[in-house]
T-cell receptor, first 107, second 116 residues
Framework: DAKTTQPPSMDCAEGRAANLPCNHSTISGNEYVYWYRQIHSQGPQYIIHGLKNNETNEMASLIITEDRKSSTLILPHATLRDTAVYYCIVRSSTFVFGPGTRLSVLP | EAGVTQSPTHLIKTRGQQATLRCSPISGHTSVYWYQQALGLGLQFLLWYDEGEERNRGNFPPRFSGRQFPNYSSELNVNALELEDSALYLC???????????????FGPGTRLTVL
């Protein structure tokens, strides 16, 4: 499975867009990029996933670069409830969760 | 629609005992996954069941085992508990329609196991 690299922490002002980057330079052609978040020891919550096209749903947008070596999760209007650890996962045979990015949304 | 449910919420055992954790998947889902999340660490994949069969297993000793029942619910058994087994155990389910590489997993709230 391809490894992902995320910044350990980020801050974002409430109401602003939160852009969370993820590098996955060893991704292969059939591996999907998934994003989950985990709020304080709750079960991880699915956010979005994609293969090579940009995706958008009611929670977020996922931008995947053309070479697929990196992606960005965008929360368009961050709220305090979006404070969580965000995991970027490149998935083939298993779900491998790294340490993720701890996003703090500040009032 | 009900999500993934897990029981019990908390479980306290002593070293050497056995623990049984239970998971009910989302209705219509046939795949169940188990993960371990020790304090301050990431999720570690334990087991994957689909249609009653064990499909994949993470790097855990054989004392971690489980099964999936005909109604697709699942239980995780941990024998000969050790102190380092203390963790949040998460169950996830997926539709199981597609290959493992694309199936989106939905997680339950977890069971917090404490081994004294």
């Amino acid at each position: 499975d391809a490894k992902t690299t995320q910044p350990p922490s980020m801050d974002c002002a409430e109401g602003r867009a939160a852009n969370l980057p993820c590098n996955h330079s060893t991704i292969s052609g059939n591996e999907y990029v998934y994003w989950y978040r985990q709020i304080h020891s709750q079960g991880p919550q699915y956010i979005i996933h994609g293969l090579k096209n940009n995706e958008t749903n009611e929670m977020a947008s996922l931008i995947i670069t053309e070479d697929r070596k990196s992606s960005t999760l965008i929360l368009p209007h961050a709220t305090l409830r979006d404070t969580a650890v965000y995991y970027c996962i490149v998935r083939s045979s298993t779900f491998v969760f790294g340490p993720g990015t701890r996003l703090s949304v500040l009032p | 629609e009900a999500g993934v449910t897990q029981s019990p919420t908390h479980l306290i055992k002593t070293r050497g005992q056995q623990a049984t954790l239970r998971c009910s998947p989302i209705s219509g889902h046939t795949s169940v996954y188990w993960y371990q999340q020790a304090l301050g660490l990431g999720l570690q994949f334990l087991l994957w069941y689909d249609e009653g069969e064990e499909r994949n297993r993470g790097n855990f000793p054989p004392r971690f085992s489980g099964r999936q029942f005909p109604n697709y619910s699942s239980e995780l058994n941990v024998n000969a508990l050790e102190l380092e087994d203390s963790a949040l155990y998460l169950c996830a389910s997926s539709p199981g329609r597609d290959s493992f590489s694309t199936d989106t997993q939905y997680f339950g709230p977890g069971t917090r196991l404490t081994v004294l």
